[in-house]
């Protein structure tokens, strides 16, 4: 049982290139969410996803693109990366049981655009 | 929407001894979810503790307990018995029914031995 599986763990992308994060749950979550965590802060939701073919936005959604076509997989893709958008990235899956929300987080991807 | 405040960037406390992490929350909401998250250097999220706003009596898990002030909107973090491995930055994180997670700015924990 792997959880919630984010790749890359590093990646440096220069200015106006795109790219796409991947993040892959085996959990069966309908659940799904992307963050960002910039130094001395705390994550920020950037996209998170209901359920298969359902996505919203989040706090900081700008220059970030979701898509959700099965349930275990939901990356993130960064149209034209600016310097604004060096961060942490984590995903997460959620679930609710018994009354009470669980997640799982991914190991986090460190992008760093120059 | 709703905001998570730590108003704790840094926080220290003897091996052995008690620390206690503020939170506090704003929301309009009745029924929700508080969490306290811990991350150490290696930036892995690893959940502490979590509350329902449902339920009155406040969350214990092990040394880790919380007190979940509902009319305040309150919702600090007891650590008891310190311990080096303890040592993290610390989030404090607030989930209503129709949102995701929101997170605080954190409070970085040092533990001196």
């Known amino acids: 049982n792997a959880g919630v599986t984010q790749t890359p763990e590093f990646q440096v992308l220069k200015t106006g290139q795109s790219m796409t994060l991947q993040c892959a749950q085996d959990?069966?979550?309908?659940?799904m969410s992307w963050y960002r965590q910039d130094p001395g802060m705390g994550l920020r939701l950037i996209h998170y996803?209901?359920?298969?073919?359902?996505?919203d936005q989040g706090e900081v959604p700008n220059g970030y693109n979701v898509s959700r076509s099965t349930t275990e997989d939901f990356p993130l893709r960064l149209l034209s990366a600016a310097p604004s958008q060096t961060s942490v990235y984590f995903c997460?899956?959620?679930?609710?049981?018994?009354?009470?929300?669980?997640?799982?987080f991914g190991s986090g991807t460190r992008l760093t655009v120059v | 929407a709703q905001t998570v405040t730590q108003s704790q960037p840094e926080m220290s406390v003897q091996e052995a001894e008690t620390v206690t992490l503020s939170c506090t929350y704003d929301?309009?909401?009745?029924?929700?979810?508080l969490f306290w998250y811990k991350q150490p250097p290696s930036r892995q999220m690893i959940l502490v503790i979590r509350?329902?706003?449902?339920?009155?009596q406040n969350a214990t898990e092990n040394r880790f307990s919380v007190n979940f002030q509902k009319a305040a909107k309150s919702f600090s973090l007891k650590i008891s018995d310190s311990q080096l491995g303890d040592a993290a930055m610390y989030f404090c994180?607030?989930?209503?029914?129709?949102?995701?997670?929101?997170f605080g700015a954190g409070t970085r924990l040092t533990v001196k031995p």
């Open positions: 509350q329902e706003a449902y339920k009155q």
């Open positions: 994180a607030y989930r209503a029914n129709n949102n995701d997670m929101r």
């Open positions: 997460a899956s959620s679930y609710l049981l018994g009354g009470a929300w669980g997640y799982t």
């Open positions: 929301t309009s909401e009745s029924d929700y979810y």
């Open positions: 996803s209901v359920g298969a073919g359902i996505t």
């Open positions: 959990m069966n979550h309908e659940y």
